[in-house]
């Protein structure tokens, strides 16, 4: 044999052999949009313009994560939203941190068994399409709560473009005409009349939205009253009432966004800041980082199978516990101390082994299955001034409740689906919820979302989030993760394929074509179950990242029509 075939011999050999980690290390990383000052990154360019140009404006991240808010209402009326709520996370340019609670709240009507039958089954889709699903819409009072708060220019300069955005309107991009043709036979199961969104839109079409932009006009004119009092509040109230539904006046006057104490904890020189319940996020983002702290996840590499079986095995623990101890914290006690504990943590990872898979159901409260809507949006935004804010906001379903008031212009939500409808028995999605997460009335029901922010020897380092309803905490993991322990990009970290496991159901869901085969064996010889079916997309991650030189990175995620837009 020549030296020429031992050559080819070993290349052959170290090809076969390499393992399954990320093949980032191998090319040119790629990096995202780099700004000098201030960045917002969305789900679409049409928010993240009017957002950046508010900075320009010389308003803060405050002022433009209102105008970044309500543009997506008109822009991508997906999950952007009146008629919904979320969550924001904050950071100013002095250290301190705070979040804002803007969740929807179950109506004062509202009761336990509203979703079940005479003999005590779940009505199918009661709590999905149509005026009972509706939850009292926070985002109005969200924005209006952080204006009054941190806000620097006047909400009508803040809302000029928005409203001008609503006029002009909003071209239809390839992925929404998607999303509407997918979602166009549920319409009429929801509403008595047709909709704009009944017809034929196509890609490169204009959306206009000259009822939205009058509902706008009007909150311009008279504030936080514009919407939850008056003329809009009885509109809207009439029309959920006329459809079955039963939400009142007085639920809609008595609504308030609330400011809550943020989830912090530390992984190794990192300083995480999250949102804390209603949102079940920052829990399980502690949970989850703080067992998987004393692995040497860079040694073991990115996507490799130690890597998988770490993260899995933290995640199975910590959504058990999310689905068991979780709720609105106005009406649970939730032993937030506890769950947090490094003992208690550490002592949830004994029984874990990388010689084969733990089983969920010997994990406690195996009772209890997890089932939430993937449809959300997030936003990111630095500023000029060294603010910054992380913001995730929803209509839970995809275009909510498909009830759309024609008069005021957007979509309802359909969040009353996130309580759990009969606790103890599966609903149509196999949601089988605690009795912290059950319906009581102006009780907030239990999300998901993340919105986050990381702290690096004490500066800001980056704000991150997702959609992906139950994805979403695993997503914004691995974002971190992929940018603190595996040194990608932050655009490298937002593309890199995820992967998702959430106790039950019992198996690890992953997103298809992005993960190699063998890898994909060697887990299933443990006794891992994977899923390469149901989940496509795994989260659309916004995310911002703090360089070295103090420049701005943004990661718009590729998987929808995410933009970075600064200067």
Same mark, same amino acid.
């Given at each position: 044999?020549?030296?020429?075939?031992?050559?080819?011999?070993?290349?052959?050999?170290?090809?076969?052999?390499?393992?399954? !980690?990320?093949?980032?290390?191998?090319?040119?990383?790629?990096?995202?949009?780099?700004?000098?000052?201030?960045?917002?990154?969305?789900? =679409?360019?049409?928010?993240?313009?009017?957002?950046?140009?508010? %900075?320009?404006?010389?308003?803060?991240?405050?002022?433009?994560?209102?105008?970044?808010?309500?543009?997506?209402?008109?822009?991508?009326?997906?999950?952007?939203?009146?008629?919904?709520?979320?969550?924001?996370?904050?950071?100013?340019?002095?250290?301190?941190?705070? $979040?804002?609670?803007?969740?929807?709240?179950?109506?004062?009507?509202?009761?336990?068994?509203?979703?079940?039958?005479?003999?005590?089954?779940?009505?199918?889709?009661?709590?999905?399409?149509? $005026?009972?699903?509706?939850?009292?819409?926070?985002?109005?009072?969200?924005?209006?709560?952080?204006?009054?708060?941190?806000?620097?220019?006047?909400?009508?300069?803040?809302?000029?473009?928005?409203?001008? %955005?609503? =006029?002009?309107?909003?071209?239809?991009?390839?992925?929404?005409?998607?999303?509407?043709?997918?979602?166009?036979?549920?319409?009429?199961?929801?509403?008595?009349?047709?909709?704009?969104?009944? =017809?034929?839109?196509?890609?490169?079409?204009?959306?206009?939205?000259?009822?939205?932009?009058?509902?706008?006009?009007?909150?311009?004119?008279?504030?936080?009253?514009?919407?939850?009092?008056?003329?809009?509040?009885?509109?809207?109230?009439?029309?959920?009432?006329?459809?079955?539904?039963?939400?009142?006046?007085?639920? %809609?006057?008595?609504?308030?966004?609330?400011?809550?104490?943020?989830?912090?904890?530390?992984?190794?020189?990192?300083?995480?800041?999250?949102?804390?319940?209603?949102?079940?996020?920052?829990?399980?983002? $502690?949970?989850?980082?703080?067992?998987?702290?004393?692995?040497?996840?860079?040694?073991?590499?990115?996507?490799?199978?130690?890597?998988?079986?770490?993260?899995?095995?933290?995640?199975?623990?910590?959504?058990?516990?999310?689905?068991?101890?979780?709720?609105?914290?106005?009406?649970?006690?939730?032993?937030?101390?506890?769950?947090?504990?490094?003992?208690?943590?550490?002592?949830?990872?004994?029984?874990?082994?990388?010689?084969?898979?733990?089983?969920?159901?010997?994990?406690?409260?195996?009772?209890?299955?997890?089932?939430?809507?993937?449809?959300?949006?997030?936003?990111?935004?630095?500023?000029?001034?060294?603010?910054?804010?992380?913001?995730?906001?929803?209509?839970?379903? $995809?275009?909510?409740?498909?009830?759309?008031?024609?008069?005021?212009?957007?979509?309802?939500?359909?969040?009353?689906?996130?309580?759990? /409808?009969?606790?103890?028995?599966?609903?149509?999605?196999?949601?089988?919820?605690?009795?912290?997460?059950?319906?009581?009335?102006?009780?907030?029901?239990? /999300?998901?979302?993340?919105?986050?922010?990381?702290?690096?020897?004490?500066?800001?380092?980056?704000?991150?989030?997702?959609?992906?309803?139950?994805?979403?905490?695993?997503?914004?993991?691995?974002?971190? %993760?992929?940018?603190?322990?595996?040194?990608?990009?932050?655009?490298?970290?937002?593309?890199?394929?995820?992967?998702?496991?959430?106790?039950?159901?019992?198996?690890? !869901?992953?997103?298809?074509?992005?993960?190699?085969?063998?890898?994909?064996?060697?887990?299933?010889?443990?006794?891992?179950?994977?899923?390469?079916?149901? /989940?496509?997309?795994?989260?659309?991650?916004?995310?911002?990242?703090?360089?070295?030189?103090?420049?701005?990175?943004?990661?718009?995620?590729?998987?929808?029509?995410?933009?970075?837009?600064?200067?």
């Amino acid at each position: 044999m020549n030296k020429g075939f031992y050559l080819s011999l070993l290349l052959l050999i170290g090809f076969a052999c390499k393992d399954s !980690r990320e093949s980032s290390e191998l090319r040119t990383p790629e990096s995202g949009l780099i700004t000098e000052k201030a960045m917002v990154v969305s789900a =679409r360019i049409e928010a993240s313009q009017i957002g950046s140009d508010i %900075l320009k404006m010389g308003g803060n991240a405050f002022d433009a994560m209102i105008g970044t808010e309500l543009a997506l209402a008109v822009a991508y009326p997906f999950a952007g939203n009146l008629g919904g709520g979320g969550f924001m996370v904050y950071r100013t340019n002095d250290g301190a941190i705070g $979040a804002i609670d803007y969740r929807e709240k179950a109506p004062l009507a509202a009761t336990k068994d509203m979703f079940l039958d005479s003999i005590g089954k779940v009505i199918p889709n009661k709590s999905i399409i149509g $005026a009972m699903a509706v939850g009292i819409p926070g985002t109005v009072a969200g924005v209006f709560a952080v204006h009054e708060k941190f806000g620097t220019i006047p909400m009508d300069s803040i809302l000029k473009p928005v409203i001008a %955005l609503a =006029r002009r309107g909003v071209v239809v991009t390839q992925k929404q005409e998607k999303r509407i043709q997918k979602y166009q036979p549920l319409f009429p199961k929801a509403n008595k009349d047709s909709i704009p969104f009944d =017809r034929h839109w196509k890609e490169n079409d204009t959306i206009k939205y000259p009822a939205l932009a009058k509902t706008l006009e009007h909150i311009a004119l008279h504030g936080k009253a514009g919407f939850y009092k008056g003329r809009t509040a009885k509109i809207l109230v009439d029309f959920i009432q006329d459809n079955g539904g039963i939400m009142t006046l007085e639920d %809609l006057e008595k609504y308030e966004a609330k400011w809550r104490t943020p989830v912090v904890f530390t992984y190794d020189d990192l300083r995480i800041i999250s949102m804390s319940p209603p949102a079940s996020g920052g829990v399980c983002l $502690a949970q989850i980082m703080k067992m998987i702290e004393p692995f040497d996840l860079h040694a073991y590499g990115h996507n490799t199978l130690k890597t998988i079986q770490v993260l899995t095995e933290a995640e199975r623990r910590a959504y058990a516990d999310r689905s068991f101890y979780l709720g609105d914290p106005d009406f649970v006690d939730i032993p937030l101390d506890t769950l947090l504990d490094v003992r208690y943590l550490n002592h949830r990872m004994q029984n874990f082994s990388f010689e084969r898979a733990t089983k969920s159901s010997d994990i406690s409260h195996g009772n209890i299955a997890l089932f939430e809507s993937n449809e959300t949006t997030h936003y990111s935004i630095v500023d000029q001034f060294g603010n910054a804010i992380s913001a995730t906001t929803t209509l839970n379903g $995809a275009y909510g409740s498909k009830l759309y008031c024609s008069e005021l212009g957007f979509f309802l939500n359909n969040e009353m689906d996130d309580f759990s /409808s009969k606790p103890g028995a599966p609903n149509m999605f196999g949601l089988i919820g605690a009795e912290a997460n059950s319906i009581a009335p102006e009780k907030r029901m239990l /999300s998901s979302m993340t919105p986050t922010i990381v702290e690096k020897n004490g500066e800001l380092y980056m704000s991150v989030g997702t959609p992906g309803g139950s994805t979403i905490i695993t997503s914004v993991l691995q974002t971190i %993760l992929n940018v603190h322990e595996f040194h990608m990009t932050m655009q490298d970290a937002v593309n890199a394929p995820r992967f998702h496991h959430q106790w039950l159901p019992d198996e690890i !869901r992953m997103e298809p074509h992005s993960f190699d085969t063998t890898l994909i064996n060697s887990l299933e010889n443990l006794g891992y179950t994977i899923n390469l079916e149901d /989940s496509p997309v795994i989260g659309k991650v916004d995310g911002i990242l703090v360089l070295k030189d103090k420049k701005l990175e943004g990661g718009a995620d590729r998987r929808g029509d995410d933009t970075a837009v600064g200067f």
